[in-house]
């Protein structure tokens, strides 16, 4: 690992100074770490990623080291601003101080890791009723991973439908063949006879079927 690293594109002074350990665990590793950013950012905008960041915040792991009152009230105001009244987001900013000297404090809180079991434990313990808006940011960022997979796939499946050669498909056609596509689960407990019975109750026809 130690020998220079012979790279045809570099001068001969710059081999000679390059390691083979050196290209691997620094070249060729910031190669890949640059790849996999660019293509995280591709994926995710950046009002997704402050989402995702915000929605930290709630985070029980490690004793709730990332509860943030701030972050959590930016995360409701600016996402969700239709779930929430004006009198409700001030009655919020009220519920996230209290519980922070409440659950935050209680040691049947303290080895929770998920958003998921932090949501269980309030409603268990009956504290979901002392706090009922901070209950209803728990389920809504709950929604976060179903809603991303699910614009994932569509993405996805919207690839392989509309190829070069289907370019000319209409929106309609397109949007019921993405349903068959994803959702091939349910689509295949169909039979052939029932689509054939639907189609025909949808409208007479001149021709039997």
Same mark, same amino acid.
């Given at each position: 690992m130690?020998?220079?690293?012979?790279?045809?594109?570099?001068?001969?002074?710059?081999?000679?100074?390059?390691?083979?350990?050196?290209?691997?665990?620094?070249?060729?590793?910031?190669?890949? *770490? $640059?790849?996999? +950013?660019?293509?995280?950012?591709?994926?995710?905008?950046?009002? !997704? %990623?402050?989402?995702?960041?915000? &929605? =930290?915040?709630?985070?029980?792991?490690?004793?709730?080291?990332?509860?943030?009152?701030?972050?959590?009230?930016?995360?409701?105001?600016?996402?969700?601003p239709?779930?929430?009244?004006?009198?409700?987001?001030t009655?919020?900013e009220?519920?996230?101080?209290?519980?922070?000297?409440?659950?935050?404090?209680?040691?049947?809180?303290?080895?929770?890791?998920?958003?998921?079991?932090?949501?269980q434990?309030?409603?268990?313990?009956?504290?979901?009723?002392?706090?009922?808006? *901070? $209950?209803?940011? +728990?389920?809504?960022?709950?929604?976060?991973?179903?809603?991303? !997979? %699910?614009?994932?796939?569509?993405? &996805? =499946?919207?690839?392989?439908?509309?190829?070069?050669?289907?370019?000319?498909?209409?929106?309609?056609?397109?949007?019921?063949?993405m349903?068959?596509?994803?959702?091939?689960?349910?689509?295949?407990?169909?039979?052939?006879?029932?689509?054939?019975?639907?189609f025909?109750?949808?409208?007479?026809?001149?021709?039997?079927?």
């Amino acid at each position: 690992m130690s020998a220079s690293f012979a790279d045809l594109i570099r001068s001969r002074r710059q081999m000679d100074s390059v390691t083979v350990e050196h290209h691997y665990r620094v070249d060729l590793f910031n190669a890949i *770490i $640059d790849y996999q +950013l660019n293509e995280l950012n591709s994926r995710f905008s950046e009002q !997704a %990623t402050e989402l995702l960041v915000l &929605s =930290a915040a709630l985070n029980p792991n490690d004793a709730f080291k990332s509860y943030n009152v701030d972050e959590i009230y930016n995360l409701v105001e600016k996402f969700y601003p239709s779930d929430f009244s004006t009198q409700e987001m001030t009655q919020l900013e009220y519920e996230l101080q209290h519980y922070e000297f409440d659950v935050l404090k209680d040691v049947n809180f303290q080895m929770l890791s998920t958003v998921g079991e932090l949501c269980q434990k309030l409603v268990k313990s009956g504290k979901s009723n002392s706090y009922p808006l *901070i $209950d209803r940011v +728990l389920r809504l960022v709950l929604t976060l991973p179903v809603s991303t !997979a %699910t614009t994932e796939r569509a993405f &996805s =499946a919207m690839k392989i439908i509309k190829t070069r050669l289907r370019n000319k498909m209409e929106d309609d056609f397109l949007k019921d063949y993405m349903i068959v596509y994803i959702e091939d689960e349910i689509a295949e407990k169909f039979t052939s006879y029932e689509i054939v019975d639907e189609f025909k109750c949808i409208q007479s026809r001149r021709v039997h079927i």
